[in-house]
């Protein structure tokens, strides 16, 4: 149960990141690609152009959607494992 929590709280954190992403790139897409953008790299902001960076929050968000549902896969699974033990137990919570 522990584990399914630690999951739910896991999944809903990288929601958010790609919540922000999805923003980002919203807000990117119709500039130009010329433009100054700064973007945060661990604790430093780096000048770049928006054309460069882009492709990056791009590809940050598409592994955060495909990290989001191998986590999704693992809780349902683990919530079945802890169903299947509270039906052949008894176990009442």
């Given at each position: ?5 630690q ?5 809903a954190?990288?929601e ?16 130009d690609?010329?433009r100054?953008a700064?973007?945060?790299?661990g604790?430093?902001?780096?000048e770049r152009t928006v054309?460069e960076?882009?492709p990056?929050?791009?590809?940050n968000?598409e592994?955060?959607?495909s ?6 896969g693992?809780?349902s699974?683990?919530?079945k ?5 509270k ?5 009442q919570?």
């Open positions: 149960m522990a584990e399914c929590q999951l739910m709280n896991k999944i954190e990288l958010s990141d790609k919540n922000e992403h999805v923003l980002v790139e919203e807000t990117l897409q119709p500039l690609g010329n100054r700064y973007r945060l790299v604790d430093v902001l780096v054309a960076v882009l990056s929050i791009v590809k968000k592994n955060l959607e990290t989001i549902q191998a986590l999704r693992r809780l699974s683990r919530q494992e802890a169903a299947d033990l039906a052949k137990y008894n176990f919570q």
